[in-house]
C-alpha cells in the first residue's frame, strides 16, 4: 500500500504510516508527471501541501487512488467535492498548524511596535556609520501590553491568537458572523487556567475599536479588509494578515500605510501568491514572511501523526 507524500511530510507520520505496512515515498514529483507517476507506482494515497494541485483531470485519470490528504487547512489545491463524488476519501489536518499561526501573528506584533521590520534592513547596511541616528528613528516604539487586538474571524487560529494577547495583558474584541459567543480557557505552565468568556462585537466596531487588528477568516470572495475598512479604523493601527491573500486589498493597504492611517502591517500571505507585488515587498512599513504560518517543526509533527492516525484508520 503506497502513499505518495508529494510536498513533504514529517518523519512523525512516515514512522507511524510503516509501522503499519504501508510504503510513504516523498519523491518531490513534477504537477505534470503526477498522473502517470501515480498509476505507474499503484500510490494508492496521495498526500499534499499548498503546493501540488488535486484536480478532476487527476482524480479522473488515477482510478487505483483511494485517499487524498491535506496537511493543513485551506482545501483550495483540491477538487474536495468531485473527489468524494468519486467515493475517494479526503481529509486535512485543521487543528494542528493553529498555535504555529498565532504565534507568527506575534512575531509580527510584538515586531511592528519596535520597527524590527524596518530596524533589521537598516542595521546591516548603516548599524556601524549611523548607530545614533537609527537609535532615534526607531525609539518611538509602543507596547501591545493593555491595548485592544480585534480579531476578525475566531474560529481555531483566531481564537488561539486570541489567548496569547490575554497572556500578554491586552484585551480583546472579536467579529466573527457565526459565532456569537466564545469562552477561551487560557492555560498556564503550571497547571492554572483563567477563563474568558467574549461575544462577536459588530465588524465596524472592531475596526473603531482595535489598536491592533488580525485576520483569521477563510478565502472569500471579497475583500474582507479595503478602502471602506481602513477608514473607519483609528489612526495608527497595526494589521496582520496570516489568513489567505485576497482577504486584505493591497492597493487600500499601501494607500492606509502611505497616508498614515496604518502604522505598520504584518503580511504572511499575498494576492499574487507566490509572485508577491514588488511595491508590497519593497514597502518599509511592511513585516514580511513568505507563507510560512504552519511551518514550525511542532506543527509538522502534529500534522505528520494526524494523517497518519486518519489514513490507518480509514484504509487499514
Ligand atoms: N499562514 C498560514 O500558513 C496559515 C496556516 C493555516 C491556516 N491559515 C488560514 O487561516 C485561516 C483561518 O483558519 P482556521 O483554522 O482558524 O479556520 P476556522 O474555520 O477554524 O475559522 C475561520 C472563522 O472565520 C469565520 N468567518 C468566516 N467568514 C468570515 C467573515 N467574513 N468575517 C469574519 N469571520 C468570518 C468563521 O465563522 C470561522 O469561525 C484560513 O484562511 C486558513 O487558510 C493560514
Known amino acids: 500500500m503506497k502513499i505518495l507524500a508529494n ?33 505507474e507506482n499503484e500510490i494508492i494515497g496521495l498526500l499534499v501541501r499548498s503546493a501540488t494541485k488535486v484536480r478532476k483531470d487527476l482524480i479522473d485519470a488515477c482510478p487505483n487512488l483511494k485517499l487524498i490528504g491535506r496537511g493543513g487547512v485551506g482545501m483550495d489545491n483540491i477538487d474536495v467535492a468531485y473527489a468524494k463524488e468519486k467515493g475517494l476519501y479526503v481529509i486535512n489536518t485543521p487543528a494542528a498548524s493553529s498555535e504555529s499561526v498565532a504565534e507568527l501573528v506575534f512575531a509580527h506584533l510584538f515586531g511592528g511596535v519596535r520597527y524590527l521590520y524596518d530596524a533589521n534592513r537598516q542595521m546591516p547596511l548603516d548599524g556601524d556609520s549611523k548607530f545614533k541616528q537609527l537609535k532615534k528613528s526607531y ?12 480579531v476578525i474571524g475566531f474560529g481555531r487560529i483566531g481564537r488561539a491568537t486570541a489567548k496569547i494577547a490575554l497572556g500578554v495583558g491586552m484585551k480583546v474584541i472579536y467579529f466573527d458572523p457565526f459565532l456569537e459567543k466564545a469562552s477561551l480557557e487560557v492555560s498556564f505552565f503550571d497547571g492554572q487556567s483563567v477563563s474568558f468568556d467574549l461575544a462577536s462585537l459588530s465588524k465596524e ?42 482577504v486584505v486589498d493591497e492597493v487600500a493597504l499601501v494607500d492606509a500605510l502611505e497616508n498614515g492611517k496604518i502604522s505598520f502591517a504584518g503580511l504572511d500571505v499575498f494576492e499574487s501568491e507566490p509572485n508577491p507585488e514588488i511595491k508590497i515587498l519593497m514597502h518599509p512599513k511592511i513585516s514580511l514572511t513568505p507563507h510560512i ?16 492516525s486518519q489514513i490507518i484508520s480509514l484504509l487499514k
Not at 482595535?210 to 471602506?228: M, N, R
Open 139 to 150: 525609539a518611538g516604539g509602543t507596547e501591545l501590553r493593555g491595548k485592544t487586538l480585534g
Open 293 to 308: 504560518g504552519a511551518a514550525t517543526g511542532e506543527a509538522q509533527n502534529r500534522i505528520g501523526t494526524e494523517l497518519a
Open 7 to 39: 510536498d513533504g511530510i514529517a518523519q512523525s507520520g512516515i514512522q507511524a504510516l510503516e509501522n503499519e505496512g504501508f510504503e510513504v515515498l516523498t519523491t518531490t514529483v513534477a504537477q505534470e508527471q503526477l498522473i502517470p507517476y501515480i498509476n
Open 205 to 246: 466596531e472592531v475596526l473603531q475599536s482595535s489598536d491592533f487588528i488580525t485576520l483569521h477568516v477563510p478565502a472569500q470572495k471579497e475583500y474582507v479588509i479595503g478602502q471602506k475598512e481602513f477608514a473607519i479604523m483609528k489612526d495608527g493601527v497595526g494589521i496582520v494578515n496570516a489568513a489567505r491573500g485576497g
